[in-house]
Every structure is written in structure tokens, then in C-alpha cells.
T-cell receptor, first 115, second 115 residues
Framework: AQKVTQAQTEISVVEKEDVTLDCVYETRDTTYYLFWYKQPPSGELVFLIRRNSFDEQNEISGRYSWNFQKSTSSFNFTITASQVVDSAVYFC????????????FGSGTQLTVLP | DAGVTQSPTHLIKTRGQQVTLRCSPKSGHDTVSWYQQALGQGPQFIFQYYEEEERQRGNFPDRFSGHQFPNYSSELNVNALLLGDSALYLCASVRGGMIRNTEAFFGQGTRLTVV
């Protein structure tokens, strides 16, 4: 069975600090997809990034970067120079190849960026 | 281009009643999934509809049922409501049927409170 663990329940940082959100996953499939979503107070889940299991190239997009390591089953997310608007709940999710995009979510990390 | 829209935004029902939630997918999307998100938790997959048929189902009782219409919109029905059904119900849409390499777009959800 697939499982996603986000051990950090809440993180609080001061604006302009860097922050890393951890994600560890479990799956028996060799082909799978990993996602990060952001959920602001409005409730809508906003897609941030998707990675497939064959692509371990790490990515940087503006202030966001992702570190995918199959050896440790981790898919961590870093925000550089955090801003107050980054405050939200962040979810890591997994979709196995045979599940037609059924997403399994972690329990989320509440990020609070203080001014 | 309208994103995923859900109605109503908030709903209060009495235990034992029945409820219907509605979702219109993003333009060009033909597959709709429903998720239940209890307070402080990650979303849990309920089921997915494609070509007006239920294709995948999570670990939810038969009290939860759905429908997809020819225009790809979808309904989620919950019968015999329990207090534990109180949650944010999220609808997600994707393009391309069972193709597995695209991200899901989410609506803002329906907040259901059962009293």
C-alpha cells in the first residue's frame, strides 16, 4: 500500500528565512508520481510540482526548489527567502502508475511566515 | 478560463439526512475525482469518474455515491449522514481520461457540517 509521511506538523519562520518541508513516501510500484500542493485558507489545493519516478533531476523555480531522492524515498521542498504570502498548508502526494491518478496525500505541514 | 467550480461552498445538514454536492471541471477536463478532507488532515480519495462511470474507489462506504454527466460535471451524494462526515469535500479534475502524467486541478471545496 502507498503511504506519504510529512513529519512536520507546523513550521514557523521569520520572513526572508529559508524553509524546507520534508516528505517521505512508501510504494511498491517502480513507476509513480510525486506532487506538492499548497492549500491557502481559501481551501483550494494549488498545484506546485509533479515528478515521476524516473526523473530524479532536482528543480528550481524562482524561490521554490525540490529535492527528489529515490534512495531515501524522499521528496523535499524548499522555499528560499520566505514571504508572508507563503503561509499555507503544504501537502505532499503520491500517485502510483496503476491507480489512474488516485492521489494519496500526507497529513500536511502548516507553514507560518512571520513578518 | 474557469477553473474547477464547486457548489455550494458551505452546507449544514442534520444527522441522517442526505446531501448532494456538485462540481464542474476545468474546461477541457473529462475526469473528475472527489476527496474528503477532515479538519487537520490530508485529503482522502473517495472515487473517480470518467466517461460517466466510476473507475476507482477509495475506502468509503456505499453511503457515498456519485454521478458524472455528459458535460463532465459531477455530483457526490452522501446518504444517512453521520457526524463524522463533517469535512471539506474537494473536487479535482484532470484531462485525458486515464493518462497518468498530468496534474489534477482542485476546486475550493464544499464545507459540510453535520449536526
Amino acid at each position: 500500500a502507498q503511504k506519504v509521511t510529512q513529519a512536520q506538523t507546523e513550521i514557523s519562520v521569520v520572513e526572508k528565512e529559508d524553509v524546507t518541508l520534508d516528505c517521505v513516501y512508501e510504494t511498491r510500484d517502480t513507476t509513480y508520481y510525486l506532487f506538492w500542493y499548497k492549500q491557502p485558507p481559501s481551501g483550494e489545493l494549488v498545484f506546485l510540482i509533479r515528478r515521476n519516478s524516473f526523473d530524479e533531476q532536482n528543480e528550481i523555480s524562482g524561490r521554490y526548489s525540490w529535492n527528489f531522492q529515490k534512495s531515501t524515498s524522499s521528496f523535499n521542498f524548499t522555499i528560499t527567502a520566505s514571504q508572508v504570502v507563503d503561509s499555507a498548508v503544504y501537502f505532499c502526494a503520491l500517485s502510483e502508475a496503476g491507480s489512474a491518478r488516485q492521489l494519496t496525500f500526507g497529513s500536511g505541514t502548516q507553514l507560518t511566515v512571520l513578518p | 478560463d474557469a477553473g474547477v467550480t464547486q457548489s455550494p461552498t458551505h452546507l449544514i445538514k442534520t444527522r441522517g439526512q442526505q446531501v448532494t454536492l456538485r462540481c464542474s471541471p476545468k474546461s477541457g477536463h473529462d475526469t473528475v475525482s472527489w476527496y474528503q478532507q477532515a479538519l487537520g488532515q490530508g485529503p482522502q480519495f473517495i472515487f473517480q469518474y470518467y466517461e460517466e462511470e466510476e473507475r476507482q474507489r477509495g475506502n468509503f462506504p456505499d453511503r457515498f455515491s456519485g454521478h458524472q454527466f455528459p458535460n463532465y460535471s459531477s455530483e457526490l451524494n452522501v446518504n444517512a449522514l453521520l457526524l463524522g462526515d463533517s469535512a471539506l469535500y474537494l473536487c479535482a479534475s484532470v484531462r485525458g481520461g486515464m493518462i497518468r502524467n498530468t496534474e489534477a486541478f482542485f476546486g475550493q471545496g464544499t464545507r459540510l457540517t453535520v449536526v
